[in-house]
């Protein structure tokens, strides 16, 4: 859905940053901005839109995004831990070296997005739609997934070590390569294809050797 779609599209205001620890922002329109070392934590955005935004090295520790719209943004070595995320919708965008660790992820979109070396460890997630998005080494480990899907998605290096996933389905992963957290996948969906794919690195995890006689 484009940002002319959304409800809140005719109130946004245009905000020219940049962003202040625990301050409220309400339909605030954040374009074609360059944030380097953003410190907002607490910060709370409620019905925001950003645009063509780049935040490197920023500092949102617990901030709360609440039906916000986002496309084309680049999130670039950025602490995101612990914070809030319900209605949102994330389009084009990239996230690399990000930490968003102990997040809470409701109701979350990604579509056509590039996360790589992310860091979710310990995060709730619930709702979140991967789709179309390429994923390399973003870390699942003791995450929660309930309702958490793939579709399109290519998954590289994933990590999900003592995670615990509630109908989660990875059959629309175009690849799906995990590093470790094999047991992790207790509770998710795959496809015969992708059992099949995953047999050496299962077995690998197990312990189990492989040998033809």
């Not at 859905?1 to 905000?15: C, I, N, V």
């Not at 063509?52 to 039906?67: D, K, M, N, S």
């Not at 660790?101 to 992310?118: M, P």
């Not at 109908?167 to 496809?191: C, F, P």
Request: glycine fraction near 8%; include cysteine.
């Amino acid at each position: 859905m484009p940002l002319a779609d959304q409800p809140y599209a005719h109130l946004l205001k245009p905000h020219p940053g940049p962003l202040s620890p625990d301050e409220r922002y309400d339909t605030a329109h954040f374009a074609d901005l360059e944030l380097d070392r953003a410190r907002a934590g607490g910060a709370g955005f409620l019905e925001c839109a950003f645009s063509t935004v780049t935040v490197t090295q920023g500092v949102l520790r617990r901030a709360r995004f609440t039906e916000c719209w986002l496309e084309q943004t680049r999130w670039l070595s950025t602490d995101l831990a612990q914070s809030e995320w319900q209605d949102v919708t994330i389009t084009g965008s990239v996230l690399a070296g990000v930490t968003i660790g102990g997040a809470q992820l409701r109701r979350l979109t990604l579509r056509q997005c590039k996360l790589e070396s992310v860091n979710l460890r310990g995060a709730l997630l619930q709702d979140v739609v991967f789709e179309d998005c390429r994923m390399r080494d973003v870390d699942f480990s003791e995450a929660r997934l309930t309702g958490v899907s793939f579709p399109g998605s290519s998954l590289e290096g994933i990590r999900f070590r003592q995670a615990e996933l509630v109908k989660t389905d990875l059959r629309g992963a175009t690849r799906l390569e995990l590093t470790d957290g094999h047991r992790g996948l207790r509770g998710a969906v795959i496809s015969s294809a992708q059992l099949i794919e995953l047999a050496p690195q299962f077995a690998q995890a197990f312990g189990v050797e492989v040998r033809d006689s």
